[in-house]
């Protein structure tokens, strides 16, 4: 057989160890890992020079925007941005304008995506008004539900209780799984509208406002409702020292949780927030030493199960105003994610296998992704390629995002993606995108690729 491509003298991560070895690509899959020597003959083989291949990445919490708000990202640029930053598949959250929560606005999604992805693109859905709608939405191709629980989003009423028990209730009887913003609504609105009285409008005010208890609040609502449907619950960018204990804890007692963190709580502290000011605002905020040094232990033992990059871009303009309540909150993140965690390889506070593991294995399992998330024979040929020693300094202005901003501009870092392989097709080469609008693939849950 003549296989598509041959990638040959790679190290690649497989079966859980950096190894010397060739690659062979067909038909969008990967048809064998070995030595040169055992590779078939091929359509085309590129030498990576000893560069690393790492499954790609799986980003589970991104903002792609489009439709309403394409001002901000569209799925072009968006993927891109993906591209670019080392990432295969991203999961698209549904608070754009119209919110995704039906199937109509789902299929509107996907049919507009399909024609501008270049990378693999999964979709959230919100709650819908009925909650007899949610099994129509999951088969329409939803990968997961999202609950945001900081202001009304969705058709579930987010402060009636029974209201969401019934929901979690058909959640869990569908063996669906929902990723949570969790920010008390009521707390959040108490706390803001005192401060605001106070014609309080800075950078403390609003980490004033977004506390830790706003998180371990709505945390602990959850949890209880969890505690009697056992539905499954993603944390969306936990930030704060109790906020993971609370998820620890309900981890111990054996309640299926799991949760996310974001390189900017794990990299950015209060102190750069009041330096950097609003092109570092987000929801939650980045918060003090405290809380980084729990997020880091709960990255080095486990408790914390993936690494997102929770890409939020908006227009300068947004992010810019006299009162920091009229900011737009979000920083973009798919082009900074992998070469921030790399410097953290080279520093050594990470391994390469704490980043597969927190990048891809984890967000495939949990996300039920199984053509992906690591490399193996038959596997997706979904493949980043990264230079470990190359440095470089971060420059938002060259972003493909349409947000060229961000906090980490300007960051010296060391590590870079340099190709990216999607079903086999180099997508991203050496910064450039390469391929086609529409190269990338629509994930649809439990469809098998
Ligand atoms: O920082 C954030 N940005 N937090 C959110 O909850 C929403 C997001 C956005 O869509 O901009
Ligand atoms: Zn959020
Ligand atoms: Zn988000």
């Known amino acids: 057989m003549t296989a598509d491509l041959v990638l040959a003298n790679a190290k690649a991560y497989v079966n859980k160890e950096i190894v010397d070895c060739s690659l062979a690509i067909d038909r969008g899959k990967i048809f064998k890992i070995g030595k040169e020597t055992t590779m078939p003959k091929a359509e085309a ?24 708000k394409a001002y901000k990202e569209d799925f072009r640029t968006g993927t891109a941005a993906a591209a670019a930053g080392g990432i295969t598949t991203v999961l ?18 996907i049919r507009i995506a399909e024609k501008k992805i270049l990378v693999n693109v999964g979709f959230y859905s919100e709650f819908p008004e009925s909650m007899n709608k949610i099994g129509v939405i999951a088969k329409e191709g939803a990968v997961a539900f999202k609950l945001f629980m900081a202001e009304q989003m969705g058709g579930l009423n987010i402060d009636d209780d029974h209201a969401l028990l019934e929901a979690f209730q058909t959640i869990s009887k569908l063996k669906l799984l929902v990723a949570v913003h969790a920010e008390d609504k009521k707390a959040l609105e108490k706390s803001r509208s005192e401060l605001k009285k106070t014609n309080r409008n800075d950078v403390n005010a609003y980490l004033m406002a977004h506390s830790e208890n706003v998180e371990v609040k709505a945390m602990k609502r ?34 299926p949780l799991t949760c996310e963190v974001t390189p900017h709580h794990l990299l950015l ?51 810019k105003a006299d009162s920091i309540w009229d900011v737009k909150v979000g920083v973009p ?15 050594g506070s990470l391994t390469i296998a704490d980043v597969v593991r927190l990048t891809s294995e984890r967000p495939a399992e949990i996300f039920n992704l199984k053509e992906n998330g690591s490399l193996r024979e038959g596997g997706n040929a979904d493949l980043t390629v ?31 993606p340099v190709k990216t392989f999607v079903f086999g097709r180099l997508i991203m080469d050496d910064g450039e995108i390469v391929a086609k609008a529409g190269s990338g693939r629509i994930i649809r849950r439990g469809a098998a690729s």
């Not at 949890?223 to 309900?250: P, Q, Y």
């Not at 993140?333 to 520093?347: A, D, F, I, Q």
């Not at 470089?392 to 960051?411: L, R």
């Open 333 to 347: 993140g798919l082009e900074t994610m992998l070469p921030l965690l790399l410097t953290e390889v080279n520093r």
């Open 386 to 416: 990264v230079d470990l020693k190359k440095k470089y300094v971060i420059d938002a202005s060259k972003f493909c995002s349409k947000a060229k901003h961000s906090p980490f501009d300007g960051w010296k870092v060391r590590g870079k």
């Open 92 to 109: 698209d959250m549904p608070n754009n304008n119209p919110v995704t929560m039906s199937v109509a606005t789902l299929r509107e999604r």
């Open 222 to 255: 959850l949890l209880k409702i969890v505690e009697k449907t056992k539905a499954r619950i993603h944390f969306c960018h936990v930030s704060t020292e109790n906020g993971l204990k609370t998820i620890m804890d309900g981890k111990k007692a054996g309640l």
């Open 45 to 68: 083989k590129t030498d990576l020079k000893k560069l690393l291949v790492l499954p790609g990445l799986i980003d589970a919490h991104v903002h792609l925007r489009d439709e309403g």
């Open 269 to 319: 502290s209060a102190e750069d927030f009041r330096s950097v000011g609003t092109l570092a605002l987000t929801m939650p905020p980045v918060r003090e030493e405290r809380h980084i040094k729990a997020l880091w232990n709960g990255v080095k033992n486990g408790w914390v199960d993936i690494i997102a990059s929770d890409h939020a871009p908006h227009a300068l303009e947004e992010k």
